[in-house]
């Protein structure tokens, strides 16, 4: 007994499809044939009524158009309202605005700022004035001038530490090109 899986999907959508919706079925069947799945098989249709029922409750295109439309034309009359009520409230609003008054009630009805501890900003600039006399100055150049120079002489010391046996071995011998010992070639002895 073989499985009429379109009644399967018409089922599902509870009345009778439309001309796109049946196409639409057959082309979902068609999708499932190409994947290997038998669609008319009675064993299959646990399986195919869970994707039938899935694609009944997805919004037809229709649907969504008419959805769309609404919603565009309820944001046309509500942005349309709100440029109206601008517009009244631009024209009721006095030209000229007394912000001296503004001022003076926002600042009666604000809390007054509290600061528990002030910092000052004078302490620190005579410190540093006094840091920076020309003496501690001079001092920290002439430091930083002596560690310059005791770690270039350091460097240049132990740098040639190592070579030393060698350059001391080099400085004692002639230099004469070296030759090559040639290795005395034997007859071969023959058994």
Same mark, same amino acid.
């Given at each position: 007994?073989?499985?009429?899986?379109?009644?399967?999907?018409?089922?599902?959508?509870?009345?009778? *499809?439309?001309?796109?919706?049946?196409?639409?079925?057959?082309?979902?069947?068609?999708?499932?044939?190409?994947?290997?799945?038998?669609?008319?098989?009675?064993?299959?249709? *646990?399986?195919?009524?869970?994707?039938?029922?899935?694609?009944?409750?997805?919004?037809?295109?229709?649907?969504?158009?008419?959805?769309?439309?609404?919603?565009?034309?309820?944001?046309?009359?509500?942005?349309?309202?709100?440029?109206?009520?601008?517009?009244?409230?631009?024209?009721?609003?006095?030209?000229?605005?007394?912000?001296?008054?503004?001022?003076?009630?926002?600042?009666?009805?604000?809390?007054?700022?509290?600061?528990?501890?002030?910092?000052?900003?004078?302490?620190?600039?005579?410190?540093?004035?006094?840091?920076?006399?020309?003496?501690?100055?001079?001092?920290?150049?002439?430091?930083?001038?002596?560690?310059?120079?005791?770690?270039?002489?350091?460097?240049?010391?132990?740098?040639?530490?190592?070579?030393?046996?060698?350059?001391?071995?080099?400085?004692?011998?002639?230099?004469?090109?070296?030759?090559?010992?040639?290795?005395?070639?034997?007859?071969?002895?023959?058994?």
């Amino acid at each position: 007994m073989a499985v009429n899986a379109e009644q399967l999907f018409i089922d599902a959508l509870g009345r009778e *499809p439309t001309a796109d919706e049946l196409q639409d079925i057959r082309l979902n069947l068609w999708m499932l044939t190409r994947a290997g799945f038998a669609v008319e098989d009675p064993s299959n249709a *646990p399986l195919i009524t869970p994707w039938a029922w899935m694609w009944a409750r997805l919004p037809r295109p229709t649907e969504i158009r008419a959805a769309l439309t609404a919603a565009s034309q309820e944001i046309a009359e509500r942005s349309q309202k709100g440029i109206e009520m601008l517009e009244a409230i631009a024209r009721d609003f006095p030209a000229k605005f007394d912000h001296g008054a503004l001022a003076t009630a926002i600042a009666q009805r604000m809390q007054p700022l509290i600061v528990r501890n002030r910092i000052d900003a004078s302490v620190f600039a005579s410190a540093l004035r006094e840091s920076f006399t020309l003496i501690w100055v001079s001092l920290a150049a002439f430091c930083i001038g002596l560690a310059a120079l005791l770690g270039w002489h350091f460097g240049a010391v132990h740098a040639q530490t190592p070579l030393a046996p060698r350059v001391a071995q080099h400085a004692g011998l002639p230099h004469h090109p070296q030759r090559a010992i040639e290795r005395p070639v034997c007859p071969r002895r023959r058994p």
